[in-house]
């Protein structure tokens, strides 16, 4: 299975982004009220791409064979997907007005960002790591 490595790699790089890119899509849309078809568009366009993200990152890490749970920037990684994904489901349906709209959006925003620091560094304190 290792030979398959790079292109699951890339396949996880390119949801990740797209996942993060479309949550800031949706969310501009949201905030400018435009057409529902759209949002609703996305929004399982959403779901798509971040069943293929996980489906890759357990295909990784079967191929490199590093766990959550036992590797602590995996597991940081894991617990901050939850975390996006409860920010996220959050964002979609318990909204009741506009700020908290922008509030639950930047802080998923802000975890998608967290997760890539992360996932960069290999560190569990991401970005954080560069300055201690």
């Known amino acids: 299975m290792i030979e398959f490595y790079d292109e699951v790699r890339h396949v996880h790089w390119l949801m ?13 849309i949201h905030l400018s009220q435009a057409d529902n078809l759209l949002s609703t568009s996305v929004r399982y366009l959403r779901y798509g791409v971040d069943t293929v993200l996980i489906t890759a990152a357990l295909m990784l890490t079967n191929i490199v064979q590093q766990f959550p749970f036992i590797d602590a920037w995996l597991t940081v990684k894991f617990l901050l997907l939850m975390v996006y994904l409860f920010l996220s489901h959050i964002m979609l349906y318990n909204t009741r007005n506009q700020r908290q709209y922008v509030i639950v959006w930047g802080l998923a925003l802000m975890t998608w960002l967290f997760i890539f620091s992360v996932a960069k560094t290999h560190n569990s304190w991401g970005i954080f790591s560069l300055l201690f």
Do not use: K, M, R, T
Request: glycine share 24%.
């Open 16 to 28: 990740a982004f797209a996942s993060g890119g479309l949550l800031f899509i949706h969310g501009l």
